[in-house]
């Protein structure tokens, strides 16, 4: 009997490489290798020209592999290739002083910081826009429509000026780009809190009724935690735009250190590495963010008692 | 309590005014194609300790009726009075607890947080809110399920513990509206029997909505019987039965002629039509 049993089991599971083929790091791998082999070839095409003049112009005939090696090491490329952007962020993280204002870390750090201020300050006003909406009749009408157009306005347009009005009463520094970063951010969390704090069922809203409850306990018990799941969803959705919002306000304020700074100097003196680099920085920091408010999310929703 | 129960005359009726006194209520919803008339001249009373019965086909308005004793709907016509206030008094000084269709028990409270959900808005001290918890999940033999969330809990238990949420903030009248429609013949059985077990033992008034004749009849000491469009009281019919039943009281000629009775007063409001 347990022979048959193992026997049968033997049968019905997987060898270990078929296991190995199947899970999600082999699938995670292979993707990976797919861009990584479009972007070198994508770094041949995209170099040959500049390098076929550069060849003219030293009076050098290379054989094709030397050719395509050129191209995945010129120093000012127009897409540089993977390793060359790894030994840039190599070169700006490890080798370079945190505090150096080339570092990438700390560049890094600058617009993390004004994202982090602008996701909770745009958090913040996007719970308290949402409770107005719900509680508030008249707002509901008078106020929404403002804050869906609010979005409909192009943030590299409005940004300078809100840095500028800023300036004029004096707000310089961390808090000008931290109020872009809130101005994408708010709108995710509004629209999301008005939905999650809208979702109790009518016979939950009658229970409290039979309770006699307050507005404030009827929020307090009911509407706030019916809104948890919807808050984590938009916030997710705010840290990204929270980030963009930093390094675009970045962009035309001629800030000195952060992502964004990184991308324009890159862009006028060519360094195309270093843009590259940034934008990695970038999406390394999106996706870590993300991360942890997903992380807090579980934990919520595992103290919620939810089935795991 | 017991007093009154014992100072009950020979109807079963209890000392003082009616729990509910209902006189020629009516109310029409305004809906996009027009008013619908949903209850018509109800004159209704409900003494102290009874266990009372609506019974009627769906659209018969006894779901709006009960809604109108807890105040979650306002009657247009006639008037109204709970323990002889206003139903929105007798609301904000939580003299009934409400028993709904479904369980409506919030998934992210256990059920030992979602017995104290009342206790906490009425502001009760932690030691009173535990002693309740603990007395009222017993009464509904939910002892040793207080950290358990609801989607653990089959549909019988959550109802029961929607139950014992009610009876947490101790009022005198209950109001159930369906309570067992959803679950299954079995549970539905054995829920009636712990129902009218706990009735005995904590003596409240009930004012108890279903479709199902054999569950009215078994549960009840007055039955009222709907019919539709527009809602109104087509009988009233007091049991025979005496107060204390089990399951098998449902094969004797007494219930059988009580049971005949609704029928027939279901048919002759036309309640069969379509």
């Given at each position: 009997m347990t022979v048959a049993t193992s026997a049968y089991s033997d049968a019905r599971r997987p060898g270990i490489v078929v296991r190995f083929l199947a899970s999600k790091f082999v699938a995670v791998s292979v993707v990976v290798l797919v861009i990584l082999a479009i972007w070198y070839v994508g770094a041949v095409f995209l170099n040959a020209n500049a390098q076929r003049l550069a060849d003219q112009r030293d009076g050098v005939t290379p054989t094709w592999i030397e050719f395509v090696e050129a191209t995945w090491s010129q120093s000012k490329p127009r897409l540089p290739a993977p390793h060359q952007v790894a030994e840039e962020i190599y070169r700006t993280t490890v080798l370079t002083k945190p505090t150096s204002a080339n570092s990438l870390i700390y560049n890094s750090w600058v617009t993390l910081s004004s994202t982090l201020l602008g996701f909770a300050i745009?958090?913040?006003?996007?719970?308290?826009?949402?409770?107005?909406?719900v509680h508030v009749r008249s707002l509901d009408r008078s106020l929404m429509p403002w804050i869906v157009s609010s979005q409909t306005i192009p943030i590299l347009a409005i940004a300078p000026m809100i840095i500028v009005v800023l300036a004029a009463i004096g707000l310089t520094g961390l808090l000008p780009k931290a109020l872009i970063s809130t101005y994408l951010s708010f709108f995710p969390v509004t629209v999301g809190m008005v939905k999650g704090l809208?979702?109790?069922?009518?016979?939950?809203?009658?229970?409290?009724?039979?309770?006699?409850?307050?507005?404030?306990?009827?929020?307090?018990?009911?509407r706030w935690p019916a809104s948890l799941p919807f808050l984590f969803v938009s916030m997710k959705v705010a840290i990204a735009a929270a980030l963009v919002g930093a390094i675009v306000g970045e962009l035309p304020t001629g800030a000195v250190a952060g992502l964004g700074a990184r991308l324009l100097g890159g862009s006028y003196y060519g360094l195309t590495q270093q843009m590259w680099a940034a934008l990695v920085a970038a999406s390394v920091m999106a996706g870590i963010l993300i991360g942890i408010v997903g992380l807090a999310e579980r934990l919520v929703v595992r103290g919620m008692g939810a089935p795991r | 309590m017991a007093v009154a129960a014992a100072a009950a005359d020979e109807h079963g009726r209890g000392a003082g005014g009616p729990v509910i006194d209902i006189r020629g209520l009516s109310l029409t919803f305004m809906t996009r194609d027009g008013p619908v008339e949903a209850l018509s001249g109800i004159n209704l009373e409900v003494a102290r300790g009874e266990f009372v019965s609506l019974i009627g086909p769906s659209g018969c308005g006894k779901t709006t009726l009960l809604r109108v004793i807890a105040d979650l709907e306002k009657p247009s016509v006639g008037s109204i009075t709970v323990n002889g206030v206003s139903p929105q008094e007798a609301r904000e000084k939580r003299a009934y607890g409400y028993i709904f269709q479904a369980p409506a028990l919030y998934p992210w409270r256990n059920i030992a947080r979602n017995v104290a959900l009342p206790l906490e808005i009425m502001g009760l001290p932690k030691e009173e809110r535990r002693?309740?918890?603990?007395?009222?999940?017993?009464l509904v033999n939910l002892t040793g399920f207080e950290r358990k969330f609801p989607w653990q809990l089959s549909g019988g238990m959550q109802q029961r513990a929607s139950i014992a949420r009610a009876l947490a903030v101790e009022p005198g009248l209950l109001l159930m509206d369906e309570p067992f429609g959803a679950l299954d013949e079995i549970v539905r059985d054995h829920l009636n029997e712990q129902l009218l077990a706990l009735w005995a033992k904590t003596n409240k008034t009930v004012v108890f909505v279903t479709h199902s004749i054999p569950e009215a009849v078994f549960l009840s000491t007055e039955i009222v019987v709907m019919s539709p469009r527009p809602g109104r009281i087509h009988d009233v019919i007091r049991s025979t039965?005496?107060?204390?039943?089990?399951?098998?009281?449902?094969?004797?000629?007494?219930?059988?002629?009580?049971?005949?009775?609704?029928?027939d007063g279901l048919r002759a409001g036309h309640s069969y039509d379509d």
């Open positions: 745009g958090t913040a006003l996007g719970i308290g826009l949402a409770t107005l909406v809208r979702s109790p069922e009518p016979i939950h809203l009658d229970l409290l009724r039979t309770y006699s409850a307050s507005r404030g306990q009827v929020f307090l018990k009911l | 002693r309740r918890i603990t007395s009222n999940l017993d039965l005496p107060r204390e039943r089990n399951l098998d009281i449902r094969e004797t000629p007494e219930f059988l002629k009580i049971a005949h009775r609704v029928r």
